[in-house]
């Protein structure tokens, strides 16, 4: 078996890159430039380079594709949000050989937007840090008074 690991400049793709090679799976690296961080690991086997897929998803979607059909039954594990959002939404059209390990498109939207997910994790009883969304608030804006009473150190995040 093989594995094509996407965004191999990131150190994610670098670890998942050591521990496939660990367990004598050979890895092929793919990344926007060529040589990237992980396709100079020892545990890969060979690598390549594909358009942007924030400038230019389609022809990034394509260049996997063709890669992909190069390769007979391998696993692809995209590794940041936007070639995993890629890969999923037009996951149908790979060949039935290729293994994307992970759930559909809808789902992936689903929990990748925190305030939903908080709600939705609290609609379910699953603890939550203490949580305020703005979207409670007239104007998306919290007043100030919400956090009295809030412990320090807090930490505000964007939902997506």
């Known amino acids: 078996m093989k ?6 400049n990131q150190r994610s793709a ?6 496939l090679g660990m367990k004598g799976i050979k890895v092929i690296v793919g990344a926007e430039v060529s040589p990237s961080l992980s396709s100079c690991s020892r545990y890969c086997e060979s690598s390549f380079s594909y358009p942007s897929p924030n400038k230019d998803p389609d022809k990034f979607f394509n260049k996997i594709v063709q890669y992909t059909e190069k390769e007979n039954g391998v696993v692809l594990f995209p590794m940041t949000d936007v070639t995993l959002s890629e890969i999923l939404r037009r996951k149908e059209e790979f060949d039935k050989t290729v293994v994307i390990p992970f759930e559909s498109y809808e789902k992936y939207i689903k929990i990748s937007d925190k305030s939903k997910l908080f709600m939705l994790a609290q609609s379910l009883n699953i603890p ?3 949580t305020y969304a703005s979207s409670e608030y007239h104007g998306n804006i919290i007043p100030v008074s919400a956090f009295s009473g809030v412990e320090y150190p807090v930490v505000i995040k964007s939902c997506f």
């Not at 670098?14 to 521990?19: E, N, Q």
Request: glycine residues 6%.
């Open 3 to 8: 594995a094509i690991v996407l965004d191999g």
């Open 14 to 19: 670098l670890a998942v890159t050591r521990s």
């Open 128 to 130: 939550i840090p203490k």
